[in-house]
């Protein structure tokens, strides 16, 4: 520690002794990590100082004036990982600008519960033909119940995950929204809806939450509780894996089919316990080889996909869903040269379910002829998108492996 006040120099003249002296009782326990953080909240607190916005003056303690500040409670009800990988990347984003956050599982909830809360972010999926997580459905009961708790108190911003092949497109999410309407609560901003391809308009909601917070504490942010945030894993961290074993590991009399999944990479596979592991299967050969001669498409022309440059073959069989027709398909499709016909046939409702009811991509475009480029083709697909799996292994046992436990589902 520092003893004296001739080597602690600053712009504006050094520490009286009996200032170095608190300086060091309170700089005294702790860690090399803890110091780390303290100099830079000292430096923003200087930076505050200078602006005139330092809240030291009249506060006397930064825990006590925190303690006011109404904590952000961010919900999920997941049934693939989806929503709870949105609401984790939530929690570390508002633990990082230093509010006070919770992340809670819709499982572990009751509308009592939820009645405490003063600000929820709330993300949910839906899945089948509009139908709840598993760990959503005992709170969305509750909140329907005539004696549900009022939420007066209660602000709110909902993110509702779906797929758009389905008629009850994010259903869920409105069936919340509609619950917490319903009981007195404060909309902030509008539901936003996510197809399959939602990283974009989360990270959007992600940011408009936060900045409705931040105007709702105001000046409040800048003082947080002292706290050292340890870096957090979330996130996704993609890599080419070949699969090396797949064995059944059910009898041949089980009703269940189960196998046992082993996947080598050449690239570092860092996971911890709990994390899920997301796969993209790329589409096969026949699949594409039909979809590109039923569209009339060069498979060696080039087109822009995920911010690179591939070939139409390349695109078609890694990045891209080939095969599920969907409404926004249908409708991007229709725009393209050379098919008014379907324009016509999505017109009424029967023309659209019989377009559907088509099979593949591949026999729309066989049954609706296109003039357009390459490039306006590929961009009326959606990405393919990957399936989470829970790790089943550990990278203390098999540091160059993921083994997963999968159930074959027969429809």
């Known amino acids: 520690m520092v003893s004296s006040t001739a080597s602690l120099p600053s712009p504006g003249g050094a520490l009286a002794p009996e200032q170095v002296a608190a300086l060091d009782a309170a700089l005294a326990p702790l860690t090399a990590d803890q110091l780390i953080w303290a100099s830079g909240y000292t430096a923003g607190l200087a930076a505050a100082r200078r602006d005139g ?23 999920f009800g997941s049934q693939t990982g989806h929503s709870e990988s949105v609401a984790a990347a939530l929690h570390q984003s508002a633990e990082q600008a230093g509010f006070a956050a919770k992340l809670l599982n819709m499982s572990d909830l009751s509308a009592r519960k939820l009645a405490k809360a003063q600000w929820i972010a709330l993300v949910v999926s839906t899945h089948g033909e509009g139908d709840p997580p598993d760990d959503a459905v005992m709170l969305l009961e509750q909140l329907r119940k005539p004696r549900a708790p009022k939420l007066e108190a209660v602000k709110f911003s909902v993110l509702a995950l779906g797929d758009s092949s389905y008629a009850q497109f994010c259903q869920t999410g409105k069936d919340f929204e ?32 936060l900045n409705d917070y ?13 706290q050292v945030v340890q870096p957090s894993s979330v996130g996704l961290r993609e890599t080419i894996a070949t699969v090396v074993a797949n064995q059944r590991i059910t009898g041949s009399r ?9 996947l080598a990479s050449d690239a570092p596979l860092d996971y911890q ?28 022309d080039e087109v822009q996909i995920e911010g690179k440059t591939a070939s139409v073959y390349e695109a078609l069989k890694h990045s891209l869903e080939v095969t599920r027709i ?36 591949a026999d729309v475009a066989g049954r609706y002829p296109h003039a357009a480029t390459a490039q306006a083709f590929v961009e009326t697909l959606r990405p393919l998108q990957h399936r989470l799996y829970s790790i089943a292994s550990s990278p203390l046992e098999t540091p160059d492996e993921v083994h997963l436990t999968v159930a074959e589902v027969q429809i």
């Open 326 to 361: 969907t409404g926004p398909f249908l409708d991007a499709y229709a725009k393209l040269d050379g098919v008014e016909s379907l324009q016509e046939a999505l017109e009424t409702p029967e023309g659209k379910k019989r377009v559907m009811t088509l099979g593949h991509i």
């Open 214 to 226: 931040r105007n709702e504490i105001g000046g409040a942010a800048g003082r947080p509780a002292l």
């Open 254 to 262: 089980s009703s269940k089919v189960v196998h046992h999944g082993e």
């Open 273 to 300: 316990p709990g994390d899920s592991l997301g796969l993209r299967v790329a589409n096969l050969d026949s699949v594409v080889n039909a979809l590109i001669e039923s569209a009339a498409l060069d498979a060696s």
């Open 53 to 75: 916005t330092s809240p030291l003056a009249t506060s006397a303690s930064p825990i006590a004036a925190a303690a006011d500040i109404p904590e952000l409670t961010i919900v």
């Open 178 to 209: 509609a619950a917490l309407l319903a009981l007195g609560a404060t909309a902030v901003a509008p539901l936003v809806e996510c197809d399959v391809d939602y990283q974009s308009a989360a990270a959007e909601w992600r940011d408009r939450v």
